[in-house]
């Protein structure tokens, strides 16, 4: 009989969380999203640079894409009809400064499919400024999950300034969208174009990160998006990224790559074993995804969350009996 109570309680849980993951007014997260990860974020597959019609398309009919990345900038509509229409959030990454998809047809789309999760990267203030009408105007349809990124401290290796007020972003978007997650990030000089494969994120810069979300008084869920072979190099820097930071959401890594730059295999697979999985997005190359040995990484699976369930359960009957 109190195993049948037990697993009722379990059952009973499972379906409050996933009649809030349908509630758009409740934040919703990828590891409710998504519950087939079963709390494995590294198992969450992006489509990135998500930035025309043809690849939202290609996004949305994969079955295996799961988050759409997208660059916010001001630019130009390429379909306009009116030869005269000002400059509007498109997606784009620059130095590109056209795309026949603005930001708000992204957002449209992808509130009619509603099954995939999106980032939007917003590379300057005026791109953020102009796009917070379209963000209102989608908040209360939107699907979750949302992730709104910006690079708001300037990083390594000697990094150009960022283009994004950081008091600005956090301030306006956590008004804005609320149940949000925030991914906040460092300029970066690195890769191939620069031919720079040394560097690392230096304790000046982590702690300034820090610092701008406390003052801030940030308490929606942050995940830092770090370059693989940069975060690579102070393992115990991103932990104590992750230990120091003061969001009551809880924080998270999201490790990205671009195709050449260079990435200690060994290293990065270190990194996600030490930090967890439940705690590590990866957006990187596939090829550089397929290398990783994360057999002994930790998470939690879906028995020791049902264990865990089934002790609250256990203990909240002790106490009513």
Known sequence: MANITILTIALLALVIQTTICNNCSSPCYPKEFFPNIKGNLTKIKWAHRV???????????????????????????????????????????????ESDLSLEEFININVNNGSK????????????????????????????PVILNADIVRGPVNATAPQVNASEFLVE?????????????????????????????NMKQ??????????????????????????????????????????????????WSLKDDYVDVAKLSKLIKEVGTDKVYLDIPEDLRNKLNLSSASTMTSAMMMNLVASLAFLVLSRML
């Open 51 to 97: 930035n025309s019609l043809m690849d939202l398309d290609k996004a949305l009919v994969s079955a295996d894409v799961m988050m759409l990345e997208g660059d916010v900038t001001m630019g130009k509509h390429t379909t306009t009809t009116n030869a005269t229409t000002d400059k509007i959030p498109i997606m784009a990454h620059p130095p590109a400064t």
């Open 206 to 255: 982590l702690k300034k990160m820090i610092d701008i979300l406390t003052e801030h008084n940030i308490n929606q869920p942050v995940t830092y998006p770090v370059r693989a072979g940069l975060a690579t190099n102070d393992i115990d820097g991103m932990k104590a990224l992750l230990k120091n930071t003061t969001s009551t959401g809880g924080a998270t890594l999201t490790i």
């Open 117 to 144: 999760g999106i980032k939007l990267d917003f590379k300057s203030n005026e791109a953020f400024n102009y796009s917070k009408p379209i963000l209102i105007k989608f908040q209360s349809s939107l699907k979750c």
């Open 173 to 201: 978007a956590r008004n804005i969208m609320p149940n949000s997650i925030f991914s906040v990030g460092w300029t970066t000089k690195y890769g191939k174009e620069y031919n720079i494969t040394e560097g690392r994120y």
